[in-house]
């Protein structure tokens, strides 16, 4: 099984502020493709999908969310924060069974 | 658009039974993979199980293996998860979700998710 850890686990922030979110997994995600993913869950939400292939945005995600790595070693960038940001995120490789989660990185309005 | 709208959810006794229900539209459900995947209250996200889109491959977590069934029914363009011997760390929201089965697009698109709770 592949664990993906997180980090931080939680990030407090102001609107207009710059944030990289981390990813790393025990082993590579990426074969002939990079099975990582990105969501933002909202409270009482379901997850939306952000990102995939660790750096395609999802269809009407704002260019402010920016996706990088491969491999091991990921991260999401959002470059100006917006109020409707302010979520837990989550990466995900969706590769290799079972499908694993981080356990999720927590930004929070200061 | 996609929907994905869920039923089923309730509280069931220790050792019980229970089918969630996910009903899709805005898209051809028998092209897809589709999984469930499920939240513990205040904790983060678990991947249950993936079904293929003719149902030939079906793939499970470890913590459901033999006690939970993934099925569907495309003429229905419905989805099922089919929850046996129940246990109190079942509680969770569970939602249903396009994708899976190495989907290169992750899990783009979600239900609203349906409570179930395990308790006597």
């Known amino acids: 099984e592949i664990v993906l850890t997180q980090s931080p686990g939680t990030l407090s922030l102001s609107p207009g502020e710059r944030v990289t979110l981390s990813c790393r997994a025990s082993q590579s995600v990426t074969t002939t493709s990079t099975s990582l993913a990105w969501y933002q869950q909202l409270p009482g939400q379901a997850p939306r999908l952000l990102m995939f292939?660790?750096?395609v945005r999802a269809p009407g995600i704002p260019d402010r969310f920016r996706g990088s790595g491969s491999g091991t070693d990921f991260t999401l960038t959002i470059t100006r924060l917006e109020p409707e940001d302010f979520a837990v995120y989550y990466c995900q490789q969706y590769g290799s069974s079972p499908y694993t989660f981080g356990q999720g990185t927590k930004l929070e309005m200061k | 658009q996609v929907q994905l709208v869920k039923s089923g959810g309730d509280l069931v006794k220790p050792g019980g039974s229970l089918r969630l229900s996910c009903e899709a539209s805005g898209f051809t459900f028998s092209d897809n993979y589709m999984s469930w995947i499920r939240q513990a209250p205040g904790k983060g996200l678990e991947w249950l199980a993936y079904i293929s889109p003719s149902s030939s491959y079906t793939d499970y977590a470890d913590s459901v293996k033999g006690r939970f069934t993934i099925s569907r029914d495309n003429t229905r363009n419905s989805l099922y998860l089919q929850m046996n011997s129940l246990r109190g760390d079942d509680t969770a929201v569970y939602y249903c979700a396009r994708g899976g089965g190495g989907s290169y697009y992750g899990f783009d698109h979600w239900g609203q998710g349906t409570q179930v709770t395990v308790s006597s």
């Open positions: 292939g660790a750096s």
